[in-house]
């Protein structure tokens, strides 16, 4: 008598000791009946598991941890909507404090003290919604700049290939002609003699990176605004320059006080920086802002009577949670200047050990030693029988989760491993990652899988 087969059920049921029903719950619809709390915990509870551990992902940027007391006040204000700015004073007030903190931390004009009114910007999701504010700024100062003819012609937007992919948003977005600049091997950062061979009167603005995705390294603003400068001086086109400090808008300020890259530069107009990555809070928190109001135009800000109140907005988003913007707050007071130099001081050290180690190791080439912002990225030396890719996958057997991805155009032939050393990376952790990735390297020494995972793993900003 032959078995029939029977396809595994659109639904989850696993055995508990204790359990108040039998009755399967399904994946993908509305169970038909309620369920006791403790049962829908244990069954998302367990199924998370299945992510891994978010302080072995090495590949992110993002804050995995926080302390307790932060937590706390995050909890407690899930409930908060930051649009409702009428409902909770107490919470506004503090978005605009934060606001002004960050713009006085990258040194923005007029800022008064004790007034966190005169500060330009806004809190954001990120900085990928706080881009989009930034590009949507500077095409609107193009527009104002070049009249009524702006609309039979097309704006573009000039970076480096090596930009998070954000920027390719908002340039499809938005519709403007986005102008990259081609990396080359051994140079994963632009430079300003392509800065100047790309500009035109369309161009709305040049995009700088302080801290790239790809490599950590910091591109040379300050001589890329100098030689912008000198164009204009010499009569040609006066272009402004937005800083993505998304990655290290919060540690460069603290590791190397003395680099200009910020308003000090006046052709700096705009800047945005990610909170929850080095300004160390749990996703998703972002800022941008500008140097002085006359950069961000008038017509972008709404005023909406809302729930209350005349209340001007710049987002993208209406409601969003406003526990984010407490995490990052709680931040700024619990640790302050000292606080963050300390963090950023030991994340670098940290960081720049393991690229000691990495460099001495008989398998690696540095490419960038975690001395810009606390990243190390490196590749394998010559052609030892398997790839970086398989590098990376070796690792996921001890639960690290380090990226391997090719670098964008003009050097994809430059196969790169990232390495972000975080708060909560420990040198303790670091060490477990040296050892282990020891052993990783001999087993691929004895298999030579050839480039096997080559086609497995993307590339995770």
Known sequence: MSRRHHPRPPHIA??????????????????????????????????????????????????????????????????????????????????????AMVADLFHAEDLVDDDAATAVGVSAIGSSEAVMLAGLALKWRWRAKVGDGWKGRTPNLVMGSNVQVV????????????????????????????????????????????????????????????????????????????????????VVPFLHPDLQWDFRLPRVVSINVSGHKYGLTYPGIGFVVWRSAEHLPEELVFRVNYLGGDMPTFTLNFSRPGNQVIGQYYNFLRLGRAGYSQVMHCLSDTARWLGDQLRDSEHFELITD??????????????????????????????????????????????????????????????????????????????????????VQPFAH
């Not at 369920?35 to 598991?49: G, S, V």
């Not at 950590?216 to 006066?238: N, Q, R, S």
């Open 167 to 250: 920027w390719e948003k908002f340039t499809r977005y938005f519709d403007v002609e986005p102008r990259y600049l081609p990396m080359a091997e051994g140079r994963y950062v632009i430079t300003p003699e392509q800065v100047l061979d790309a500009v035109d009167e369309d161009t709305i603005g040049v995009v700088g990176i302080l801290g790239t995705t790809f490599t950590g390294e910091l591109e040379p603003i300050a001589e890329i605004c100098a030689a912008l400068d000198k164009l204009a001086a010499d009569g040609g086109v006066d272009v402004p320059v937005h800083v993505d400090a998304a990655s290290g808008g919060f």
């Open 370 to 455: 975690g001395s810009a912002i606390p990243v190390v990225s490196f590749r394998l030396k010559g052609d030892p029988g398997y790839t970086e890719f398989d590098v990376s996958q070796a690792l996921r057997a001890s639960g690290w989760q380090v990226p391997a991805y090719t670098m964008p155009e003009g050097a994809e032939d430059v196969t790169v491993l990232r390495v972000v050393v975080r708060e909560g990376f420990s040198a303790d952790l670091a060490r477990a990652l040296r050892d282990d990735t020891i052993t990783a390297l001999e087993h691929l020494d004895q298999l030579k899988p050839g480039g096997h995972f080559d086609t």
């Open 14 to 99: 696993p055995a508990y000791t204790g359990r108040l029903s039998t009755d399967p719950v399904p994946a993908l619809r509305l169970p038909g009946e309620s369920m006791d709390p403790q049962a829908a915990y244990r069954y998302i509870h367990d199924e998370l598991m299945l992510d891994g551990s978010s302080r072995l992902n090495l590949a992110t940027f993002v804050t995995t941890w926080m302390d307790p007391e932060a937590e706390k006040l995050m909890a407690e204000t899930f409930d908060k909507n930051m649009i409702d700015k009428d409902e909770y004073p107490a919470t506004a007030a503090i978005e605009a404090r934060c606001v």
